[in-house]
């Protein structure tokens, strides 16, 4: 079955430092999404992607963080200058076609733990 | 601002029996999904809910929908030690033709136990 990937699994990375984490979404899917869970936490929205734009942003979703499609395959969500509460699974999710009645679950890949010091 | 609620956070159940757990949200929506993670892993989706009165099941495992009580249960039956994960319930608002983020709720961990 087609699935999420994403890459590396575990990142850590000095605080002030810029760090890219990158996903592959299902193929033929349109609209992507990248998601946060701090440890023990809810899983939290940051951000929405669909025809090469920004949809939808969160309050979390500051100056700090962007997000590109740089080729037809991979989504990538950069983080500038990170802080220690950047410090979380950070999950990339696509969907075939969302919206109201849409019988589409977002599918999730297995998340970058993102460990700032 | 849409608010869910999931109750309770915990729960440790007996292998073989039932129990349900329930997922609350505050404003009117559309759309509501289950998902599975087990630790340190992805959410697995479970289930879709579209409707009022939707019901879906996958093995011991059923959902509803009541949109107008805005309420969604999780029932299981005969509880097994390979349910033990935390269950998110997930609810996006109504919005035609766009794509739009999915608020969750804080999760139920639930624990079999022999």
């Known amino acids: 079955e087609p699935e999420v990937t994403q890459t590396p699994s575990h990142q850590v990375t000095q605080m002030g430092q810029e760090v890219i984490l990158r996903c592959v979404p299902i193929s033929n899917h349109l609209y992507f999404y990248w998601y946060r869970q701090i440890l023990g936490q809810k899983v939290e929205f940051l951000v929405s992607?669909?025809?090469?734009?920004?949809?939808?942003k969160s309050e979390i979703f500051d100056d700090q963080f962007s997000v590109e499609r740089p080729d037809g395959s991979n989504f990538t969500l950069k983080i500038r200058s990170t802080k220690l509460e950047d410090s979380a699974m950070y999950f990339c999710a696509s969907s075939v076609n969302t919206g109201s009645y849409s019988n589409q679950p977002q599918h999730f890949g297995d998340g970058t733990r993102l460990s700032i010091l | 601002e849409l608010k869910v609620e999931q109750n309770p956070l915990f729960l440790s159940m007996q292998e073989g029996k039932n129990y349900t757990i329930y997922c609350n949200y505050s404003t009117t929506s559309d759309r509501l999904y289950w998902y599975r993670q087990d630790p340190g892993k992805s959410l697995e989706s479970l289930f879709v809910l579209l409707s009022n009165g939707a019901v879906k099941q996958e093995g011991r495992l059923m959902a509803s929908l009541d949109t107008k009580a805005r309420l969604s249960t999780l029932h299981i039956t005969a509880a097994v030690h390979d349910l033990s994960a935390t269950y998110f319930c997930?609810?996006?608002?109504?919005?035609?033709?766009?794509?739009?983020?999915?608020?969750f709720g804080k999760g139920i961990t639930l624990s079999v136990r022999p």
């Open positions: 992607f669909y025809n090469n734009e920004i949809s939808e």
């Open positions: 997930a609810v996006g608002l109504p919005d035609p033709g766009a794509n739009s983020k999915l608020t």
